[in-house]
C-alpha cells in the first residue's frame, strides 16, 4: 500500500505511552496530506521517541542525541524541494542538549516541521529531570520536584521566528494538528506534552497531564502563525555535490562479479585500514561495480581497532550493512579482538584472510595465513593482503587495483610498490 507509513508492528513503547499517540497520529496525518513514503524524510533522536523509526516506510536517519534538529535543517537546505517533507522527532531531552539548533533552525526558518515529544524527563534512561521539567514535577531521580519551571520551548521558538509554532498533548487523535503543521511552509514546530508511564506517572502518582499544564502555564494553544521565513541558499546553484569527486571515476574495466560479496576488514587504527578499504572500492567502480563502505572505530581516533565494512556488487545495493560477511581480512591484534565472534561464526563457505603472527581463532571458515605484516609493514599489512584476496578470487581486474594503487599516495612506499608490482 503505498500509503501505509508504519510497516512495523506493535510499536515498541512501553504500554500507554504517548509516543505511540504521536506515532500512530503521524502516520494519519501523512495519509490526510495524501504524502508518498518516499517524499517524507524523518529524522529521529536519541531517545524513546527515537525507536520508531524502524517502524517507519518514510526515509529515516537515526542522529546523535540532541542532534536531529540539526540533522534536519542541512537535509531541509540541501534538498530545497518544497515536494519533501523533512519531520524531526525530539524529545525534551534531545531539545535541551540540542537547544541552540532548535533556535537557529526557527531563526533561518527551515522547511520542516520538529515534533517535541516533552515527557518532562528523560525516559531511555529512567527518568532524570531535563530543562523542560515543570516546576514541582517528581522524577526517579529528583523525588523532591524540580525546583524552577522548565522552558517554554513555544516562546523561545515564536520569538526566534517560527512560522508555525503550537503546544498540545498526546490525548486522542492528534493527527489534524500534526498535519496543520506538516503543511506549513518555513519552519514549524507542535511541543506534544506527555506523561511518560513508566518513570513520570510512578513518581507523580494521581497527576493529571491537563491539570499538570494548567498550574505550569503551557498553555495549549498557537503560538506563531505567521508569514515563513523560507531558509535560501544563495551558493546552491555554484557548489558542487559532496560526491561530485566520487561520480568522476570512470569504468575502464570488467568485473566477473555475478553476486554482491561482503567483506570485512579489521585491524589497527593508524595502519591504513580504512585507505586499504577505500582504494579496493575504488578499484571496484572502475570495474563497473556498486559499492558501499562502512567504517567503524572507537569514539576516541587513532587507538584500538578500525574496521571497514564493504560490499562490492554487479546490482544496486539497497541494504548497506554486512552482517554476515563472505570474506574477512584480520590484519593486528586489535583487529583479531574487535572481530574474534564474528569470525567464530564464519561457515565453511566463508574465506578468511589472517596474519600469520595471530592466533587463529575456531573457525569452520577457509583460511588463508600470510605474513602480511612482516612483508609490507604493519601500516601497510590491509592493502597488501587486498592485493592477496583478489590475486586468489579474481572477480575484477588485478589492473583496477593497481592503478588506483599507483594513483595514491601509499603507492610513494618503494617497499610496497616493489611487492606489488613483483607479486601481482
Ligand atoms: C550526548 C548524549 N548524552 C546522553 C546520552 C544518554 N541518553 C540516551 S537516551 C537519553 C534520554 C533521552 O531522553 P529524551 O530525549 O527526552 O527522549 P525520551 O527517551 O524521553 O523519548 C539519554 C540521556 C546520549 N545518548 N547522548
Ligand atoms: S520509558 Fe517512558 S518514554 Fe520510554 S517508552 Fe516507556 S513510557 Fe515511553
Known amino acids: 500500500m503505498d500509503n501505509q507509513f508504519i510497516i512495523n508492528e506493535p510499536l515498541p513503547f512501553c504500554k500507554g505511552c504517548g509516543h505511540t499517540v504521536v506515532s500512530k497520529s503521524t502516520e494519519k496525518a501523512l495519509q490526510k496530506l495524501q504524502l508518498n513514503p518516499r517524499?517524507?524524510?524523518?529524522?529521529?533522536?536519541?531517545?524513546?521517541?527515537?525507536?520508531?523509526?524502524?517502524?517507519?516506510?518514510?526515509?529515516?536517519?537515526?542522529?546523535?542525541?540532541?542532534?536531529?534538529?540539526?540533522?534536519?535543517?542541512?537535509?531541509?537546505?540541501?534538498?530545497?524541494?518544497?515536494?519533501?517533507?523533512?519531520?524531526?522527532?525530539?524529545?525534551?531531552?534531545?531539545?535541551?542538549?540540542?537547544?541552540?539548533?532548535?533556535?537557529?533552525?526557527?531563526?533561518?526558518?527551515?522547511?520542516?516541521?520538529?515534533?517535541?515529544?516533552?515527557?518532562?524527563?528523560?525516559?531511555?534512561?529512567?527518568?532524570?529531570?531535563?530543562?523542560?521539567?515543570?516546576?514541582?514535577?517528581?522524577?526517579?531521580?529528583?523525588?523532591?520536584?524540580?525546583?524552577?519551571?522548565?522552558?517554554?520551548?513555544?516562546?523561545?521558538?515564536?520569538?526566534?521566528?517560527?512560522?508555525?509554532?503550537?503546544?498540545?498533548?498526546?490525548?486522542?487523535?492528534?493527527?489534524?494538528?500534526?498535519a496543520e503543521a506538516f503543511s506549513r511552509k518555513g519552519f514549524s514546530l507542535l511541543e506534544i506534552m506527555e506523561i511518560c508511564p513508566s518513570y513520570g506517572v510512578k513518581s507523580n502518582p494521581g497527576l493529571k497531564l491537563k491539570q499538570l499544564m494548567k498550574n505550569a502555564g503551557l498553555d495549549e494553544k498557537v503560538y506563531a502563525d505567521k508569514e515563513p521565513r523560507a531558509y535560501k541558499t544563495e551558493e546552491r546553484s555554484e557548489t558542487s555535490s559532496l560526491l561530485s569527486s566520487k561520480l568522476k571515476i570512470e569504468k575502464n574495466y570488467d568485473s566477473k562479479l555475478s553476486k554482491p560479496i561482503r567483506m570485512f576488514l579489521s585491524g589497527s587504527a593508524g595502519e591504513g585500514v580504512q585507505a586499504a578499504a577505500e582504494l579496493f572500492i575504488r578499484a571496484g567502480m572502475k570495474s563497473g561495480l556498486q559499492v558501499t563502505k562502512k567504517g567503524s572505530y572507537p569514539v576516541t581516533v587513532g587507538v584500538g581497532f578500525s574496521a571497514s565494512h564493504l560490499i562490492l556488487s554487479p546490482d544496486e545495493i539497497l541494504y548497506s550493512d554486512s552482517p554476515q560477511p563472505d570474506v574477512m581480512i584480520v590484519s593486528s591484534k586489535d583487529g583479531l579482538s574487535f572481530a574474534r565472534k564474528q569470525v567464530e561464526k564464519l561457515d565453511e563457505n566463508k574465506?578468511?584472510?589472517?596474519?600469520?603472527?595471530?592466533?587463529?581463532?575456531?573457525?569452520?571458515?577457509?583460511?588463508?595465513?600470510?605474513?602480511?605484516?612482516?612483508?609490507?609493514?604493519?601500516?601497510?599489512?590491509?592493502?597488501?593482503?587486498?592485493?592477496?584476496?583478489?590475486?586468489?578470487?579474481g572477480f575484477m581486474p588485478m589492473e583496477a587495483l593497481k592503478e588506483v594503487f599507483g594513483n595514491s599516495k601509499i603507492s610513494g612506499n618503494k617497499k610496497l610498490s616493489e611487492l606489488v608490482s613483483g607479486k601481482f
Open 351 to 393: 574465506l578468511l584472510f589472517i596474519d600469520d603472527s595471530l592466533e587463529l581463532p575456531e573457525t569452520k571458515a577457509k583460511v588463508v595465513s600470510l605474513p602480511f605484516r612482516e612483508e609490507a609493514g604493519a601500516r601497510n599489512a590491509m592493502i597488501y593482503a587486498l592485493f592477496h584476496y583478489l590475486n586468489q578470487s
Open 39 to 178: 517524499d517524507v524524510v524523518l529524522v529521529t533522536d536519541i531517545g524513546c521517541h527515537g525507536i520508531i523509526d524502524k517502524a517507519f516506510a518514510t526515509h529515516t536517519v537515526h542522529g546523535l542525541h540532541g542532534r536531529s534538529v540539526a540533522l534536519g535543517s542541512g537535509i531541509s537546505a540541501g534538498l530545497d524541494n518544497p515536494d519533501k517533507k523533512v519531520i524531526v522527532f525530539v524529545g525534551d531531552g534531545g531539545a535541551t542538549i540540542g537547544m541552540q539548533h532548535l533556535i537557529d533552525a526557527s531563526h533561518n526558518g527551515f522547511n520542516m516541521t520538529v515534533v517535541i515529544h516533552n515527557n518532562m524527563l528523560y525516559g531511555m534512561t529512567g527518568g532524570q529531570p531535563s530543562e523542560f521539567t515543570p516546576e514541582g514535577f517528581k522524577t526517579p531521580t529528583l523525588p523532591e520536584g524540580a525546583q524552577h519551571a522548565g522552558y517554554d520551548i513555544c516562546a523561545l521558538a515564536s520569538e526566534a521566528g517560527a512560522a508555525y509554532v503550537k503546544r498540545i498533548s498526546a490525548i486522542g487523535d492528534i493527527s489534524d494538528e500534526l
